[in-house]
């Protein structure tokens, strides 16, 4: 690969040790780390711990609360729940805007001149992942685009010796290389992914994952939206399904999850023009301008959320396209716990960072996207206590609910569980009626399991454990 030369295909010089050298192809200049300064040096952990204790005394409090008439705590977690969920309840008055758009009549045709096609990168940030390497060459043969105009970027942890070892014996395409990220703090996948990006040469990059299997059309889409994109569309979000392997309660649940998130609440946002919270794989970028808001935050546990805000906060634009990526189901309870109290830590970091300074952010984004990003992180946050205080309220006033004495505040709140149990049957994963049923019903069961992860999240802040838990994950 020719560094001075963007659309050469000759490979990089190669180590003796069968990584490419690019070390010296940074691409970063000192106007975009200046951008991103303020994320690292001024510390989101610290603020993320404050906000913590304000949180855990806001928790307290509403506890507290719960002893007034039920009646009307009943109506008023559901105004909360309306609000975290607004955009499924928008699509009632508007369906429409669920539609997916563009559609895939914008796919450049396959025999179109490969030059007219704007140079790629991906980037695959592998961390323990030695037994996921064949699958990861199995899934990027299969992308549809010129190979002179793409290069893939395997980014491996140099501490990772049995991951590097497992991809030294994967035969890999010359567009494709295996690079070392040099040892460093912190040990996160976007430190990874902002070394990948400081040597990336395409005019857009890309991020996957290990377990992804990205649709073969999905770059060629996303360039064809990119050709005819105004300026302040930088970034193109593809949908994430999840591929079950076994037919277990808590995988269909995280895939109704996905599939509501994707497939509605997320395409509704982009059709609204609204800032929407990334999700952290399939996320197309225009590069300059990644570069331009300094990257990915190293220090953030979800650090795709919290650059859907700083995009937006430079005026830039985040958009979903139609063809999707696969990725596998978290397979014990153990690993969904683990990859939920990182989200939910890092959605704690992120509404800290961005919220540190209201009115600044008020006056960057607009109060369209300003009340968004707090119903949303807010909502993920307390969603699991939601869903369980949703459960002991229906225990205790059962009786009120089917007696003369449910009271009007009640039978106004009641539509709401009715419409998100409906929802829930539409994106449920399940083939047979009944166990749409059983997913739809117990779906206040999962997200009441949140609520032990977003404990543990906080108590992981407070005693400054911001490590990354890592998701492990399995061959298809």
């Given at each position: 690969m020719n560094l001075d030369d963007p659309f050469s295909t000759a490979p990089q010089k190669t180590r003796a040790d069968g990584f490419s050298d690019v070390t010296q192809a940074g691409k970063f200049t000192q106007d975009h780390i200046d951008a991103a300064r303020y994320l690292n040096d001024s510390g989101s952990q610290k603020a993320a711990l404050r906000a913590t204790l304000y949180t855990l005394a806001a928790l307290t409090?509403?506890?507290?609360?719960?002893?007034?008439?039920?009646?009307?705590?009943?109506?008023?977690?559901?105004?909360?729940?309306?609000?975290?969920?607004?955009?499924?309840?928008?699509?009632?008055?508007?369906?429409?805007?669920?539609?997916?758009?563009?559609?895939?009549?914008?796919?450049?045709?396959?025999?179109?001149?490969?030059?007219?096609?704007?140079?790629?990168?991906?980037?695959?940030?592998?961390?323990?992942?030695?037994?996921?390497?064949?699958?990861?060459?199995?899934?990027?043969?299969?992308?549809?685009?010129?190979?002179?105009?793409?290069?893939?970027?395997?980014?491996?942890?140099?501490?990772?010796?049995?991951?590097?070892?497992?991809?030294?014996?994967?035969?890999?395409?010359?567009?494709?290389?295996?690079?070392?990220?040099?040892?460093?703090?912190?040990?996160?996948?976007?430190?990874?992914?902002?070394?990948?990006?400081?040597?990336?040469?395409?005019?857009?990059?890309?991020?996957?994952?290990?377990?992804?299997?990205?649709?073969?059309?999905?770059?060629?889409?996303?360039?064809?939206?990119f050709a005819t994109r105004d300026a302040s569309l930088v970034c193109l979000q593809a949908p994430l399904q999840i591929h079950l392997a076994h037919n277990k309660w808590l995988q269909n649940?995280?895939?109704?999850?996905?599939?509501?998130?994707?497939?509605?609440?997320?395409?509704?946002?982009?059709?609204?023009?609204?800032?929407?919270?990334?999700?952290?794989?399939?996320?197309?970028?225009?590069?300059?301008?990644?570069?331009?808001?300094?990257?990915?935050?190293?220090?953030?546990?979800?650090?795709?959320?919290?650059?859907?805000?700083?995009?937006?906060?430079?005026?830039?634009?985040?958009?979903?396209?139609?063809?999707?990526?696969?990725?596998?189901?978290?397979?014990?309870?153990?690993?969904?716990?683990?990859?939920?109290?990182?989200?939910?830590?890092?959605?704690?970091q992120t509404w800290c960072i961005h919220m540190r300074h209201p009115r600044d952010t008020l006056n960057l984004i607009g109060w369209r996207n300003f009340l968004a990003f707090n119903a949303i992180i807010l909502g993920r946050l307390f969603s699991g206590l939601l869903h369980a205080s949703y459960l002991i309220y229906l225990l205790v006033a059962l009786p009120d609910l089917v007696g003369s004495q449910a009271t009007f505040t009640i039978y106004l709140a009641t539509p709401i569980p009715i419409i998100l149990f409906s929802v829930g049957i539409i994106y449920s994963p399940a083939t047979t009626w009944p166990h749409k049923i059983w997913l739809s019903l117990t779906q206040p069961f999962y997200w009441a399991l949140t609520s032990l992860a977003l404990l543990n999240a906080c108590w992981r802040i407070l005693t400054s454990r911001l490590d990354w838990l890592k998701t492990s994950h399995r061959p298809y």
């Amino acid at each position: 690969m020719n560094l001075d030369d963007p659309f050469s295909t000759a490979p990089q010089k190669t180590r003796a040790d069968g990584f490419s050298d690019v070390t010296q192809a940074g691409k970063f200049t000192q106007d975009h780390i200046d951008a991103a300064r303020y994320l690292n040096d001024s510390g989101s952990q610290k603020a993320a711990l404050r906000a913590t204790l304000y949180t855990l005394a806001a928790l307290t409090l509403f506890t507290l609360w719960l002893g007034v008439d039920l009646a009307y705590v009943y109506f008023s977690l559901t105004v909360f729940v309306v609000a975290g969920n607004f955009p499924i309840f928008f699509c009632l008055f508007k369906p429409k805007l669920r539609n997916p758009s563009p559609p895939f009549a914008l796919l450049p045709p396959n025999d179109c001149d490969a030059q007219e096609l704007p140079f790629y990168s991906i980037l695959v940030p592998v961390l323990d992942e030695p037994g996921m390497m064949q699958q990861i060459a199995t899934s990027l043969a299969h992308i549809n685009y010129p190979y002179q105009r793409l290069e893939i970027l395997i980014l491996l942890e140099t501490r990772d010796q049995a991951t590097m070892a497992s991809a030294m014996n994967i035969n890999w395409g010359a567009h494709i290389h295996l690079v070392a990220v040099p040892s460093g703090k912190p040990n996160t996948k976007a430190r990874a992914c902002n070394y990948g990006l400081s040597i990336a040469r395409g005019e857009f990059v890309v991020i996957f994952d290990a377990e992804d299997k990205p649709h073969s059309d999905q770059l060629r889409t996303a360039a064809a939206i990119f050709a005819t994109r105004d300026a302040s569309l930088v970034c193109l979000q593809a949908p994430l399904q999840i591929h079950l392997a076994h037919n277990k309660w808590l995988q269909n649940q995280f895939a109704l999850e996905y599939k509501i998130l994707f497939s509605l609440a997320l395409q509704v946002l982009s059709n609204l023009n609204m800032v929407m919270p990334l999700g952290g794989s399939s996320n197309h970028f225009h590069t300059e301008s990644l570069r331009k808001v300094g990257g990915w935050d190293a220090f953030n546990l979800t650090e795709d959320a919290e650059l859907s805000m700083r995009l937006a906060k430079n005026g830039f634009r985040t958009q979903m396209l139609s063809p999707p990526t696969i990725e596998n189901a978290p397979h014990s309870l153990s690993v969904w716990f683990n990859q939920r109290t990182r989200w939910l830590t890092g959605h704690i970091q992120t509404w800290c960072i961005h919220m540190r300074h209201p009115r600044d952010t008020l006056n960057l984004i607009g109060w369209r996207n300003f009340l968004a990003f707090n119903a949303i992180i807010l909502g993920r946050l307390f969603s699991g206590l939601l869903h369980a205080s949703y459960l002991i309220y229906l225990l205790v006033a059962l009786p009120d609910l089917v007696g003369s004495q449910a009271t009007f505040t009640i039978y106004l709140a009641t539509p709401i569980p009715i419409i998100l149990f409906s929802v829930g049957i539409i994106y449920s994963p399940a083939t047979t009626w009944p166990h749409k049923i059983w997913l739809s019903l117990t779906q206040p069961f999962y997200w009441a399991l949140t609520s032990l992860a977003l404990l543990n999240a906080c108590w992981r802040i407070l005693t400054s454990r911001l490590d990354w838990l890592k998701t492990s994950h399995r061959p298809y």
